[in-house]
């Protein structure tokens, strides 16, 4: 194999290193394993965060819920616990972030180094591959935008979970104030109930519109090596 300036990340029989490694012994082919294996203890490292993140978030929200509905509390402790969970969701987009950066490079080698080395029929998947991923070494940058992370945290957990939140809001209302009518229900000291209802209802649709990915990379479909569709793979 050609080295230094002769490096040709095109060339086929360059992108092919997955073939090697069961053709030949090579010290690449070594060091890739290593490298694999760092890059996998790092991932699951970032994930064990990004789930502890939803984890407290479900913990904190099912514990503020349950409060709610203990006594006579006012129904602003359920209000409360959706700004809590907002707080939650934006930490956990910006460790997202960090994890997809780790979960990327474990992609970018499962699918053009050890699939061409189990299958070498099948080529590579990008065909120049080691030039990103060797750029990515060099120059490491999250792969996925924060709002596309925000999106993507959004529909996966956080929505559903403020949407039963919000449902468990309305049937707080109705049980404990059953003689007043809704919105005037929903009021606070010096707010009124339709003020209340309106701003849940933006609250609502403001997280509808991020849970909405307007962009390919957003939608995890970026062309770089190893950025697959994210839905899929987290």
Do not use: C
Not at 39 to 44: A, H, I, K, P, S
């Amino acid at each position: 194999m050609a080295e230094g300036a002769d490096f040709d990340p095109e060339d086929p029989e360059q992108q092919q290193i997955g073939r090697e490694m069961v053709d030949q012994s090579t010290g690449l082919g070594s060091v890739a394993a290593h490298l694999y294996r760092g890059e996998v203890e790092r991932t699951v490292g970032w994930r064990e965060r990004l789930d502890t993140t939803t984890n407290w978030a479900v913990t904190v929200m099912a514990a503020v819920v349950a409060y709610a509905f203990s006594g006579e509390v006012s129904h602003a402790v359920i209000l409360a616990g959706l700004m809590m969970g907002s707080v939650f969701l934006f930490i956990e987009a910006r460790r997202f972030r960090d994890y997809d950066i780790w979960r990327s490079r474990v992609r970018v080698l499962q699918e053009n180094l050890f699939a061409n080395a189990l299958d070498p029929s099948a080529g590579v998947e990008h065909d120049t591959w080691r030039a990103e991923l060797s750029r990515d070494y060099r120059e490491p940058a999250p792969k996925i935008s924060y709002r596309g992370a925000l999106a993507h945290r959004l529909r996966r957990v956080y929505l559903p979970l403020l949407s039963a939140v919000a449902v468990a809001w309305l049937f707080h209302l109705w049980a404990f104030a059953p003689d007043e009518p809704f919105p005037e229900s929903a009021g606070l000291p010096g707010v009124g109930g339709i003020v209340v209802v309106a701003a849940v209802g933006l609250y609502f649709l403001v997280l509808f519109v991020l849970a909405v990915p307007w962009t390919p990379k957003e939608r995890g479909e970026s062309g770089e090596a190893g950025h697959g569709d994210l839905e899929r793979e987290s």
